[in-house]
């Protein structure tokens, strides 16, 4: 194995350990429940990850019906053959799904599509995998201001690190504008799109954790890596920075908002 697909995997399984408990996890039954996923559907997962929408998808599909996860990290396929091997895994670009036209009879992506080069080919491509009357649900984040605890890390981190590691953790809220992402997908799938703006938790075990799961896990991932020395002391300065977002039983707990956008295929 080389190096670098190592670093990917290492990178990967910090994600699936520290971000998806205690940010993801959540979100996998919204997105679900707004393409309207249910028994024998067959699913695809653009941008899966290390898969737990996928992996949620499956339990809901049930024996009768199929998932199809698609990224293009082959760490984080890595690390979601091993958390599941039921699922068919495919390293590919949601611009040129590895599938088959109208195959699908739900398409999900949840919080990815913030880092597509090209997000309106990718729309369209999911519909294009999408069978007719098939229904697609796409989840991102909310914007940074309306997410004042990474809004701090995010000033921390320019602070402490650079601008570079700063817009490495900015990059998730970079589609917060709802209107605006509803008429880029309304006019990449040419048919209505639904959205709503539905509130959740950030929760950590403590601000060491939450900040660690990006030093350690995201930025690597974003391609930023940082040394040790400055590790240390970015996790030592957050601990004050971030104080108003620790409970009573010393978590983390923080208001971490998304959008869902939810259609279906206009041909039906």
């Excluded at 499956?58 to 690390?79: E, F, H, K």
């Excluded at 983390?252 to 869902?260: E, G, N, Q, R, W």
């Amino acid at each position: 194995m080389d190096e670098r697909l190592q670093g990917e995997i290492a990178g990967a399984e910090a994600y699936e350990a520290l971000h998806v408990p205690a940010l993801f996890g959540e979100w996998a039954p919204r997105v679900l429940d707004a393409a309207k996923v249910g028994t024998g559907h067959a699913v695809l997962d653009v941008a899966c990850g290390t898969g737990i929408l996928a992996r949620t998808a499956a339990r809901r599909v049930g024996s009768s019906g199929r998932v199809v996860g698609v990224d293009p990290n082959p760490g984080m396929l890595v690390v979601a053959e091993r958390l599941d091997d039921t699922i068919d895994w495919r390293q590919g670009t949601a611009e040129e799904l590895p599938v088959e036209d109208r195959s699908f009879d739900r398409v999900v992506s949840q919080f990815g599509i913030m880092f597509f080069p090209d997000p309106e080919r990718a729309v369209q491509e999911m519909v294009r995998a999408l069978a007719p009357g098939g229904r697609f649900a796409i989840a991102v984040w909310d914007s940074l201001e309306n997410t004042p605890a990474y809004a701090r890390e995010v000033d921390l981190l320019h602070r402490m690190a650079g601008p570079g590691a700063a817009d490495a953790l900015r990059a998730p809220f970079v589609l917060g504008d709802r209107g605006a992402v509803q008429q880029m997908i309304e006019g990449a799938a040419s048919s209505p799109v639904d959205a709503s703006t539905v509130e959740g938790r950030g929760r950590f075990p403590g601000v060491r954790s939450m900040v660690e799961a990006d030093l350690r896990g995201w930025l690597p991932v974003m391609g930023v890596e940082l040394d040790e020395e400055l590790i240390v002391a970015i996790l030592a300065a957050a601990e004050e920075e971030l104080a108003e977002f620790v409970a009573p039983d010393g978590r983390t707990d923080f208001l971490s908002p998304a959008h869902i956008f939810s259609g279906r295929r206009g041909d039906a």
